[in-house]
């Protein structure tokens, strides 16, 4: 049987297409990647080979993308208008989301996968969601499903949430999500051991999260920092933001200030073998894992899909 053939877009460090490549052991071959980040396209490359990435989905012609199985996309969502709401297609025109119905509409692959964060599904009111689902059923993608699925049911300790948007062209393809694991985790199997001294927080940094975290506290809003140790069951969800300061997750230690995830942790949190290449630096490196996706869920979503196709 011929290899599937994927497209890679808004591709990050290729947290997608592991999935998919788990899934399929391999056998998949990756036919057009688009992705604007420097640094992210540099982790990439270091993983997947030298081939070439696109830039910027906006300005890529039609042409240049090879015909495909299946589209995968963790999409940025800006916000689409309430105003835009009512003028159907062309609301999309200004979101980096038409230029998925552009491609989807111009080659019709057989299957998609779209990934975006959980409030994409309560976005004013649910419905931006609503839009998105009517512009894909509009070019031909009649079975269109979606669900929030949360890292820790798939054997990752990471509170993440995430919704992923399923669509194929047959409308007789019985796709269903996998069903959660529930296999136990704990903080412990995503740590290294003897940790450089520099992720130790500073006592400025900790007496700052501490008083803040005091402060929500008595305001009854907001957050301070996340503190787990080794046998926590997870942490909570890992963002971009994380080399800012580490506060979503702090890893307890005994006797001194506790300390931020190493970028290796970070990675191994988001389900990233130990043989991925983190040729950049930690500030990218939490920037790229962080905004990156759960693999383990990808992998057993790419399953349920392969075997629809």
């Given at each position: ?188 199997d995503i740590l290294e051991t003897n940790i450089d001294h520099k992720?130790t927080i500073s006592d400025r940094l900790w007496e700052g999260h ?85 693999v383990n869920v990808i992998e057993k979503i790419a399953l349920k ?5």
């Amino acid at each position: 049987m011929a290899k599937l053939k994927i497209i890679d877009l808004f591709a990050g460090i290729g947290g997608i297409r592991l999935g998919f490549n788990k899934a399929a052991k391999n056998d998949l071959d990756c036919v057009f990647t688009s992705e604007w980040d420097k640094y992210a396209t540099q982790t990439y490359q270091a993983n997947f080979g030298d081939a070439p990435v696109y830039g910027d989905i906006t300005k890529v012609d039609l042409d240049k993308i090879p015909k495909h199985d299946i589209l995968l996309a963790g999409f940025p969502c800006q916000p689409f208008s309430q105003a835009g709401f009512k003028k159907g297609f062309s609301d999309t025109r200004g979101t980096l989301f038409f230029d998925i119905i552009r491609i989807l509409d111009a080659k019709k692959p057989p299957a998609f996968l779209l990934e975006n964060v959980k409030s994409l599904k309560t976005h004013d009111g649910g419905r931006t969601l609503q839009i998105i689902i009517t512009h894909l059923r509009d070019i031909g993608y009649e079975n269109v499903q979606y669900q929030v699925l949360r890292a820790r049911d798939f054997g990752l300790p990471q509170n993440r949430e995430r919704i992923y948007i399923v669509g194929f062209l047959n409308e007789n393809n019985l796709f269903a999500f996998p069903r959660p694991t529930y296999k136990e985790t704990r903080v412990a199997d995503i740590l290294e051991t003897n940790i450089d001294h520099k992720y130790t927080i500073s006592d400025r940094l900790w007496e700052g999260h501490q008083r803040r975290k005091r402060e929500n506290k008595l305001n009854g809003k907001g957050f301070g920092y996340g503190i787990v140790n080794e046998d926590s069951k997870y942490t909570n969800t890992i963002s971009a933001r994380y080399y800012k300061d580490g506060s979503e997750i702090l890893i307890e230690q005994q006797g001194k200030n506790p300390r931020k995830l190493t970028p290796r942790e970070a990675a191994r949190l988001q389900g990233f073998p130990d043989n991925f290449k983190i040729p950049v630096s930690n500030t990218q490196a939490y920037k790229q894992f962080g905004n990156s996706v759960a693999v383990n869920v990808i992998e057993k979503i790419a399953l349920k899909m392969f075997n629809c196709l």
